[in-house]
Nanobody, 119 residues
């Protein structure tokens, strides 16, 4: 079993910042990718940012480029999402993902953390 525990969501005014964290624990041989998706009410779940170890690369949604930064602490199996200059349209439930090797590669999802940006 693998658990992803997220933290850092909340309510912030437009132009403000938040930092999300997600830590993976459990049966983990290695982690290939970690990242974040988000889902606003009535909309589909969309990719926000991912960070892949092999090969080392990052991927961002166009809507968050130059405002959000993804980073990872491999020693702690933790991924961070620094969100700056937040906009009301960033309001959503943010879900952590991790692609983990344990006798094969599987994707795991966190429970989600709410981010609300007021105008």
């Amino acid at each position: 079993q693998v658990q992803l525990v997220e933290s850092g969501g909340g309510l912030v005014q437009a132009g403000g910042s938040l930092r999300l964290s997600c830590t993976a624990s459990g049966r983990i041989s290695s982690i290939n990718s970690m990242g974040w998706y988000r889902q606003a009410p009535g909309k589909q779940r969309d990719l926000v940012a991912t960070l892949t170890t092999t090969p080392l690369s990052t991927n961002y949604a166009d809507s968050v480029k130059d405002r959000f930064t993804i980073s990872r602490d491999n020693g702690k199996n933790t991924v961070y999402l620094q969100m700056n200059n937040l906009k009301p349209e960033d309001t959503a439930v943010y879900y952590c993902i991790a692609d983990i090797y344990w006798f094969g590669l599987s994707r795991y999802w966190g429970q989600g953390t709410q981010v609300t940006v007021s105008s």
